[in-house]
């Protein structure tokens, strides 16, 4: 018989991890959906060219893209990121503006697998369409900050940057190549190749040989154009009237091609991986665009699920959230006293579960220590015959005997309802 296993870079999210990712996405919709961002759940699958957008020049579409002919000869892709699929929503139903949405969900991308780094790995976050105003990219960064907060989590670090607009962005580009090119020797092999591709990612490298070319290289900041400047400063002012820190980093470029102006990166200081950057965004003004819609700015970021509880976990907060079980019924008569009562619990709201197949009391007793259930009930034969019930309390072990025809009510009591 063949044996299976999850494929590299996938794994089976089990509980009680799986309840944490579930209250992680109910977290992040309480923070943003109170700030007027609406839900949006676009497809895990779409047109190729839709994601090509996300930069020709990106290893996520060079290298990693999970792309396919489907059974009617279109050329498709699993979605490696939502920005692009938010935009290409945008253009198809044309809301009005601004238009503000959150999402999460899992994306695919053929990376190396490692810690923190996986081939399908979740992000939530928001995307703001309309308004170009820094006082929405202040927002969309409070937004994320509060998050992290309301998670528990201290140890983030935000690093800001502008990239200009796209002119200012070429101009720079251009200054980025002649200043590498005229010091090719003294650059890596890998970064003489991401030259050829895009001189903005040579700033990514992080090999000791690339960082002396690095740090004398010229800096976005004096390629601004002057309302790229501006926009940036209103920014940054607007931060810091919120009281939310952050450090400039013109070195901050991100790996997606699409950004212009505000980009933003979320770094826990409390992992040690490699892959400390937990989440990140940023404007990216002509997507919608090139998309086929109308010139509209947009801002947002996205958040990796997987990272940001490894931080965490580093960090010891937003632990696993309690078992939904508050009662486990132990019946050693057989088994149908248990069916009746775990019905009548059930039907009033009261988690409820049990054994089968007619097990011992001791090992009925191991499987309510494991359900995480705060109280157990006893069925013995003696119940059974004085139509009671002994409730028993995990915690300390104290028991009481209850009345079986109030025993939701006992119950209840129990629990503190
Ligand atoms: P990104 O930086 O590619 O941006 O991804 C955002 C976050 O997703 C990263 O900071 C990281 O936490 C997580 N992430 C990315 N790749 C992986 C992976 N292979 N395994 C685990 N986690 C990963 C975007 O995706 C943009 N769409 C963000 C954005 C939204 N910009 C504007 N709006």
Redesign the pocket.
């Known amino acids: 018989m063949p044996k299976f296993a999850t494929s590299p ?1 996938t794994r089976d999210i089990l509980a009680p991890d799986s309840a944490r990712w579930r209250h992680f996405q109910q977290v992040f919709a309480d923070v943003v959906e109170p700030a007027g961002y609406a839900h949006i759940i676009p497809p895990m699958f779409e047109d190729l060219g839709v994601f090509l957008r ?1 930069g020709e020049t990106t290893e ?1 579409v060079t290298k990693e893209m999970y792309d396919f002919e489907d059974k009617g000869g279109r050329r498709i892709a699993l979605r ?5 699929s ?1 935009c290409r929503a945008f253009v198809e139903h044309r809301p009005v503006t601004p238009w503000k949405v959150w999402y999460g969900g899992p ?1 695919f ?1 053929y ?1 190396k ?1 490692q810690q ?4 399908q ?3 939530v ?3 703001a369409l309309g308004p170009d105003d820094p006082q929405l990219d202040a927002e969309v960064i409070a937004l994320a900050m509060q998050f992290y907060a309301q998670l528990g989590l201290r140890q983030v670090r935000l690093s800001i940057n502008s990239l200009g607009d796209s002119g200012d962005r070429d101009r720079y580009a251009t200054a980025l190549r002649a200043h590498f090119s005229a010091h090719l020797d003294a650059l890596s092999a890998e970064s003489r190749a991401t030259l050829e591709r895009n001189p903005l990612r040579v700033l990514d490298s992080k090999r000791s040989e690339d960082a002396a070319v690095i740090a004398a290289a010229p800096k976005m900041a004096d390629h601004l154009s002057a309302d790229a400047a501006t926009h940036f400063a209103h920014v940054q002012a607007a931060l810091r009237s919120a009281s939310i820190q952050f450090v400039v980093d013109d070195r901050l470029v ?3 091609d ?2 212009r102006r505000t980009t933003f ?2 770094v826990s200081t409390a992992l040690s991986a490699a ?1 400390t ?8 003004d002509g997507l919608v665009a090139d998309l086929g819609g109308p010139e509209t700015p ?11 509880l490894l931080a965490c976990d580093a960090e010891g907060v937003f632990a696993a959230p309690a078992s939904r079980v508050d009662v486990f019924v132990v019946d050693v008569t057989g088994g149908a006293e248990a069916t009746s009562i775990c019905s009548a619990l059930r039907a009033a709201g009261v988690g409820a579960d049990r054994a089968y197949e007619g097990k011992s009391m001791k090992s009925q007793m191991k499987a309510a220590d494991r359900s995480g259930a705060r109280i157990a009930i006893i069925i013995g034969d003696d119940e059974r015959t004085t139509n009671t019930a002994i409730i028993r309390t995990m915690d300390d072990g104290s028991q009481q005997s209850a009345q079986r025809d109030n025993l939701v009510a006992s119950v209840r009591q129990a629990l503190g309802r």
Not at 116 to 119: D, I, L, Q, W
Not at 277 to 284: D, E, K, L, N, S
Request: proline share 4%; net charge neutral; glycine share 22%.
């Open positions: 870079g996300v996520i490696p990121e939502q920005t692009a938010v994306n991308r990376e697998p923190g780094r996986y081939r790995f979740d992000q976050g928001i995307e991100r790996g997606l699409y950004y990166e979320f892959h950057a937990i989440g990140g965004g940023g404007r990216y947009g801002i947002g970021f996205a958040l990796g699920l997987d990272r940001t």
